[in-house]
């Protein structure tokens, strides 16, 4: 755990840095971009299918029923909205970590690497095509248990247990093979991954909890529904915020991981001296 706190607070210095500051601007924009449209042109409709849906299959009545066991039966009249946003929250995820990991880690790994590993030589063992394939393949599992724990979210407790447990897994997939993409070779990456599994996994459990944060704007009930918009891009932004800090932490790991393989792989042999014949 020593080494994991040491990568902490190398990546709290340098998510300082004007430059990792500014690193979160491009990716926010493109996600804001993105989800304006796509919200502008098919909320309403998704909605409207909720909607239906519901009024034909008994949902508002259901619904009603077990919220009120939990007396919040206050938000029935908005239950569809609030199902519509915790939909459309995983999607906004994969959005934020996508345009981190395809514009922001290739200069996090430039920026750590030329500040504190210069003499590490990159053999480009990644690829974008493998770091989208590990993205893509990630997200979906990590979207069927979502969904599958979707009504957890009734109860905040456990929201706050699941979510971060489900982040830590998605975070270490992805955010572990961005970080030795440039520096690591194809079995160098695969070495450090199984070697430091269980550290790279505390990581993105403590990142998880960190992005579970913005879920708590989610919480707001009717108010969610009246400012998603604004909910919508605040919790984009800390997504983004989130996914650079990890992107960081992980890449300070992984970097002095890989150096310190590296020179033990380089390491000479020793051998005992041959013993004296005695006669």
């Not at 709290?12 to 690193?23: A, D, E, K, V």
């Not at 009545?61 to 908005?78: D, H, N, P, S």
């Not at 770091?131 to 393949?137: D, G, K, N, Q």
């Not at 979510?163 to 079995?187: F, K």
Request: contains cysteine.
């Amino acid at each position: 755990m020593k080494k994991v706190l040491v990568a902490f607070g190398k990546a709290l210095l340098s998510q300082l840095h004007f430059r990792m500051l500014l690193l979160t601007i491009l990716p926010f924009v493109l996600s804001v971009a993105l989800w304006g449209v796509l919200l502008w042109w098919g909320l309403q409709p998704m909605i409207d299918w909720l909607h239906a849906y519901f009024a034909d299959n008994n949902g508002f009545q259901m619904a009603g029923e077990m919220l009120g066991w939990f007396g919040l039966g206050a938000i029935k009249t908005v239950i569809v909205p609030l199902i519509a946003m915790w939909v459309l929250l995983p999607l906004m995820i994969l959005t934020a970590l996508i345009f981190v990991g395809v514009f922001a880690m290739p200069i996090i790994a430039r920026h750590i690497g030329s500040r504190h590993y210069p003499l590490l030589e990159q053999r480009k063992g990644g690829t974008v095509l493998g770091s989208l394939w590990i993205a893509s393949y990630s997200f979906l599992i990590f979207a069927v248990l979502w969904v599958i724990t979707l009504p957890l979210s009734v109860f905040p407790p456990l929201t706050f247990i699941v979510q971060p447990a489900l982040w830590g897994w998605l975070t270490y997939r992805v955010m572990a093979y961005d970080a030795l993409a440039d520096h690591a070779d194809a079995s160098e990456i695969k070495l450090v991954l199984r070697q430091h599994r269980w550290p790279l996994l505390a990581i993105g459990a403590i990142t998880g909890a960190m992005g579970a944060a913005p879920t708590l704007l989610w919480l707001g009930g009717a108010l969610s529904v009246i400012f998603f918009p604004l909910l919508a891009a605040g919790a984009i932004w800390l997504y983004v915020l989130v996914f650079v800090f990890t992107g960081l932490w992980f890449e300070h790991y992984c970097l002095d991981a890989l150096a310190q393989s590296r020179g033990a792989a380089n390491m000479p042999v020793t051998t005992s001296p041959p013993m004296k014949d005695i006669n």
